[in-house]
């Protein structure tokens, strides 16, 4: 296969990628506090298909993996007293799963049997002092911008907000949480606020997903063009030089 045809399908291979991780936003423009997704692509040196000791080697196309737009959405009004919105980026919720501290921007929150505040899956939500602890007997919680939650006039728990400095310290882990995978170790975010009665809607942006998805389509079909026609030419050359002789 000519060298051409070879970077080609490096760049059709990157395209898939890119199409998964644009449709992948499309699914999830509704979701609750979703960040846009975008495929980091550079190039990596390889060997020529025909090398014949000439250089520079070829440049392939790369998949550097995936990058996060951390940026704000919306906050869209709801009413109900146990959903959250956080103002403010790069702070997220804390959240006990089991095998340590997840964290979310997701903040539709509710009680479980126990009197915990949990995620719609049935994590605890954590606070200063660990699991926040609500009586429905108590009344509405009802909870302040810097997050301390009160039943009756009385402070009960305090939400608390976590904060990295470098917020590529985090991977999705499913269900709208984060994990942080390095050594890097959150910071309570002072700089943020909570909304009570509100949730942040996905930043993405519908039209320029779709168009993102026309445009990975088109060059698709362009690079299979030209390595057909790149093809095509190889083809016939040889039988020329076949019919020379």
């Known amino acids: 296969m000519e060298n051409a045809a070879y970077i080609g399908l490096s760049r059709q291979m990157t395209l898939r990628r890119e ?45 550097n993996g995936v990058g996060r737009d951390f940026a704000q959405g919306a906050l869209k009004q709801t009413g109900r007293s146990l959903d959250f919105a956080v103002d403010g980026e790069g702070a997220f919720f804390t959240i006990a799963d089991g095998i340590g501290e997840a964290y979310t921007r997701d903040g539709a929150f509710t009680i479980d049997p126990e009197g915990r505040l949990v995620t719609k899956a049935g994590l605890p939500v954590q606070g200063d002092g660990g699991d926040i602890i609500l009586d429905p007997l108590q009344g509405e919680a009802t909870v302040g911008t810097d997050g301390t939650i009160s039943q009756n006039g009385l402070p009960v728990g305090r939400l608390t907000l976590a904060r990295f400095d470098a917020l590529g310290a985090l991977s999705k882990d499913g269900d709208g949480l984060y994990r942080n995978r390095s050594n890097t170790q959150p910071i309570e975010a002072t700089g943020a606020q909570i909304r009570q009665g509100m949730l942040e809607s996905s930043n993405v942006n519908s039209l320029i997903e779709i168009t993102n998805l026309i445009e990975i389509s088109r060059a698709y079909e362009r690079i299979s063009k030209m390595i057909e026609n790149a093809n095509d030419l190889s083809r016939r050359s040889v039988e020329r030089l076949g019919s020379a002789n």
């Open 19 to 63: 199409l998964d991780v644009v449709a992948n936003n499309i699914a999830n423009a509704e979701t609750t506090g979703f960040k846009v997704e975008q495929l980091l692509v550079g190039t990596e040196i390889g060997e020529r298909a025909r090398n014949d000791q000439i250089r520079p080697s070829a440049s392939f196309v790369l998949d």
